[in-house]
C-alpha cells in the first residue's frame, strides 16, 4: 500500500477519492481530476460556447470539487463530474443572462426619459445636426447645449454628464429635459416661419 501511496497514478478512482477524504490532498484530487479534465472542458464548451470562459469554468469546478466530493458518495466518478461540471455551466449561464437583464434594465432606466419623441433628438435619423435643429442648439444656455450633446451625442448617462460638467445629476436631467423643451419651441417657430 505505501507504493501506492507514493504512486496515486496507478490508483483507481475509487481509492483516490477515499484517499482524498482521508486525507484532504489537493494533489491527490488532481491526479484523478487530471484523469477527466478534457471531458470537463468539453461539457463547459458544448455550454458556455467560449473558450476562454471553459478554461477558467475547468479551474472553477476544481475548487468545488474540494468541497463537494467529501459530502457525496460517488458510484462512478466520471459521471458524477460530468453531471458537477453541466450543473456548474448551467448555473453560470443562468447567472450571466440574470445580469445581463440587469444591466439592460439599468441602462433602460438611465437612457429612457420619456417614451414619446418630444423633438428631432430623439428620432436616429436626426443624429446629425441639421437646421433648423443646429440653428436652434446654438440658441440654448450653454449648460443645456451641452448637456444635451453629452446625452444624445456622445451617449453618455446622467451620472457621467455630472461628473464632467460638476453638477448635480438631477441638474443634468432638468437641464436636458428644460434644453429639449425649448428646442421644440424653437423649431416650430422656424418651421411655422418657414410654411408662413
Not at 414619446?116 to 449648460?143: F, G, R, W, Y
Amino acid at each position: 500500500m505505501l507504493f501506492s501511496k507514493n504512486k496515486p497514478e496507478k490508483e483507481s478512482d475509487e481509492e483516490l477519492i477515499q484517499r482524498f477524504c482521508k486525507e484532504n490532498d489537493l494533489e491527490v484530487l488532481g491526479v484523478l481530476y487530471n484523469r477527466y479534465m478534457h471531458l470537463v472542458y468539453g461539457v463547459c464548451l458544448k455550454y458556455l460556447k467560449n473558450r476562454e470562459e471553459s478554461q477558467d469554468a475547468v479551474m472553477q469546478i476544481f475548487e468545488v470539487l474540494i468541497l463537494e466530493v467529501p459530502k457525496h458518495e460517488i458510484r462512478v466518478f466520471k459521471n458524477w463530474l460530468h453531471g458537477v461540471s453541466r450543473n456548474f455551466c448551467l448555473m453560470k449561464i443562468r447567472k450571466n443572462s440574470s445580469e445581463k437583464i440587469k444591466k439592460d434594465n439599468f441602462s433602460k432606466t438611465i437612457f429612457m426619459e420619456n417614451t414619446n419623441p418630444l423633438h428631432p433628438l430623439d428620432t436616429e435619423e436626426n443624429v446629425n445636426l441639421t437646421s433648423p435643429l443646429k440653428k436652434c442648439m446654438e440658441q440654448l444656455k450653454a449648460i443645456q447645449k451641452q448637456s444635451i450633446e453629452l446625452f444624445y451625442y456622445d451617449h453618455k448617462c446622467y451620472k457621467e454628464i455630472s461628473e464632467e460638467l460638476c453638477i448635480e445629476e438631477k441638474k443634468v436631467k432638468s437641464f436636458i429635459q428644460n434644453g429639449k423643451r425649448n428646442l421644440k419651441i424653437c423649431i416650430e417657430q422656424k418651421e411655422k416661419v418657414h410654411h408662413d
